[in-house]
């Protein structure tokens, strides 16, 4: 992401979970590794170890000289033709003035933001996802997945496909200011 490129010696956040359905809490080891060493070699080698059941995700967490930032996340519901129709995306996209790249995960899709975002501003964007849902309309935004991330202190999206729940590894769909 080009937005950690501008940080000094940043630390990413990511940890290893199980998911528990419809559950207040989680199972979470949670861990860091600087920007230098996120390597292709580093993620294969940590998603070909996973144990049963276990599932690896990034947090929007970051941290550069004692200074925390969180990377703008969004689980969306929905089929994947449902992503061209929500034109509230657009509107999210440029109340807050920034892109999205978006990744399908199976029964979501994955959306990273590509500035970063101060702790404060971090929980008004996650106040403001949750206003994207309209009373009695189908959910654009996973509430629960709000929920869970608010109670933890940043978000998290998974990166692995280690477990019956899920249906595949995330795949890049493209920018969201070019799919909405």
């Not at 200074?67 to 509230?88: A, C, F, Q, W």
């Not at 029964?107 to 403001?128: A, N, P, Q």
């Amino acid at each position: 992401m080009d937005c950690l490129k501008k940080l000094i010696n940043p630390t990413l956040y990511y940890s290893i979970y199980s998911y528990i359905p419809q559950s207040i809490s989680e199972i979470r080891f949670e861990s860091t590794i600087s920007l230098s060493n996120l390597t292709d070699h580093w993620l294969n080698n940590t998603l070909s170890t996973l144990e049963n059941n276990r599932e690896l995700s990034f947090h929007s967490k970051v941290t550069s000289e004692d200074v925390t930032y969180h990377i703008p996340m969004i689980d969306l519901g929905g089929r994947s033709d449902e992503i061209k129709n929500l034109p509230v995306l657009g509107d999210l996209c440029e109340y807050w003035n920034i892109n999205f790249s978006v990744y399908s995960s199976g029964r979501s899709y994955h959306c990273y933001g590509d500035r970063l975002i101060s702790e404060t501003d971090w929980v008004k964007f996650m106040g403001s996802l949750l206003l994207l849902n309209i009373p009695g309309k189908n959910k654009i935004i996973d509430n629960r997945w709000v929920g869970h991330r608010l109670i933890g202190g940043y978000s998290a999206l998974r990166w692995s496909n280690n477990t019956n729940h899920y249906k595949k590894y995330p795949i890049l769909l493209g920018k969201m200011s070019d799919l909405v």
